[in-house]
């Protein structure tokens, strides 16, 4: 009867044992085994340049003032531009008129944005967004102010977009972090 205890004694230690082991060799076996596949992911980019031909001239009333802005792509994408263009002062700006050149480019009153409506190849310009800057005749001399004329443009990837709509939707989707909920 002893050795019958003896023999159940060691038969419950080596079942306990196997049964505490079994875990340990499943975590065991998920240490040793394992795959990785390294896959880079690159990020696209858009470099854009604003180009401008303008020489200062005092201003008078009545003169048109020379001031070609375009913008060019100097990354190794394809691009979609917006520009938005603001004067240093706001009482100037309302006796100004500027020459837009419209046949390219599209303004949305609502964000104050000026689209380009093609994508620009890397290494290529848009047409001129404006052209000169007419001061109006009727402009009095005493509000007469030295100005800048600010342009500030925006590149996004036109990679993967039909259109400058639904490019920039998705710029504005992720701006506000949206687009995990989507």
């Not at 994408?77 to 938005?84: F, L």
């Not at 008129?97 to 890397?122: H, N, R, T, V």
Request: net charge negative; proline share 5%; with cysteine.
């Amino acid at each position: 009867m002893k050795d019958l205890k003896r023999q159940n004694r060691w038969v419950m230690v080596l079942a306990m044992g196997m049964i505490l082991g079994l875990p340990l060799a499943g975590i065991a076996a998920y240490f040793v085994t394992g795959h990785v596949r390294v896959n880079p992911v690159t990020v696209g980019g858009s470099h854009i340049r604003i180009d401008e031909e303008f020489i200062p001239e005092p201003i008078v009333p009545g003169k048109r003032i020379r001031k070609k802005v375009s913008i060019h792509n100097e990354g190794p994408n394809a691009c979609y531009v917006r520009a938005r263009v603001l004067f240093s002062d706001s009482d100037m700006g309302q006796y100004s008129d500027i020459d837009w050149d419209l046949s390219d480019w599209i303004y949305d009153g609502s964000e104050e944005y000026y689209y380009y409506q093609k994508p620009i190849a890397p290494g290529e310009d848009t047409s001129c967004l404006m052209t000169g800057i007419y001061i109006r005749p009727d402009t009095p001399e005493d509000e007469i102010k030295n100005v800048d004329v600010i342009v500030y443009a925006e590149s996004y990837q036109a990679d993967g977009f039909q259109d400058y709509e639904e490019a920039w939707k998705d710029y504005s989707k992720n701006l506000k972090g949206d687009m995990l909920y989507e």
